[in-house]
């Protein structure tokens, strides 16, 4: 077996003795940090399989941008193929995979309050800074002259969720009975406005 074909070697030091003698790696060294890496193994592993030590290994990577390269190459099949595990998972309904996956890969957080406030409605999703009002908004838009201007939307403010108690509560209409007329909205048609906390 030649020198090159070795995946590394000790160098000596330069020509009259500057700096210290180090290793390098060579491109079957290459191949074997990669497929290492890619199979999930541990730094001290590919060290070992290098015939260095840990930190000898750290050294070449910060030396030889193509160590480092390799390295990253690796992780990013293991990472894929863990990924891909993952996904085959979640999708033979694997729950806590799907739920992994929207945190993992979609940012989702549970519990946080939303920063934006939300109006919907049949036209889609108003996102509204959360520094101001819906109306703060809208009139900025309209001044702008990037909305066409709407009738003032009323205050919305936050009720008591709590059921009333039921010797409060109006009697339910008797099924033969005429419905009443619906209360006029106050609110553009199919609007339903949600703000953060």
């Known amino acids: 077996m030649s020198v090159d074909d070795l995946p590394s070697r000790k160098v000596n030091p330069g020509p009259g003795g ?3 003698s180090h290793y ?16 999930g193994c541990h730094l001290t592993t590919i060290a070992r399989a290098l015939r260095m030590s840990v930190d000898a290994f750290k ?8 160590v480092e390269e390799a390295y990253q190459r690796g992780l990013g099949t293991e990472h894929d193929a863990l990924v891909s595990n993952l996904r085959t998972a979640a999708n033979q309904g694997n729950v806590v995979a799907n739920i992994f996956l929207l945190k993992a890969r979609h940012a989702y957080r549970e519990g946080e309050p939303l920063e934006v406030n ?3 409605n049949a036209g889609g999703v ?19 002259g990037e909305i066409d201007p709407m009738p003032p939307m009323r ?4 009720r008591n969720l709590m059921p009333e108690p039921i010797e409060h509560l109006p009697e339910a209409p008797l099924p033969s ?8 909205r106050r ?8 703000r953060s906390d």
């Open 118 to 120: 939300v109006s919907v």
């Open 59 to 66: 050294a070449c990577r910060a030396r030889q941008p193509e």
């Open 155 to 158: 205050d919305v403010t936050p």
């Open 187 to 194: 609110t553009p048609s199919g609007t339903r406005v949600v």
């Open 18 to 20: 500057s700096g210290r």
């Open 24 to 39: 390098v790696v060579g491109a079957r060294g290459v191949k074997i940090i990669e497929e290492l890496a890619g199979r």
């Open 177 to 184: 009975s005429r419905p009443e007329e619906p209360a006029p």
């Open 126 to 144: 108003l996102v509204v800074p959360a520094d101001m009002t819906v109306e703060e908004y809208l009139a900025r838009k309209a001044a702008a």
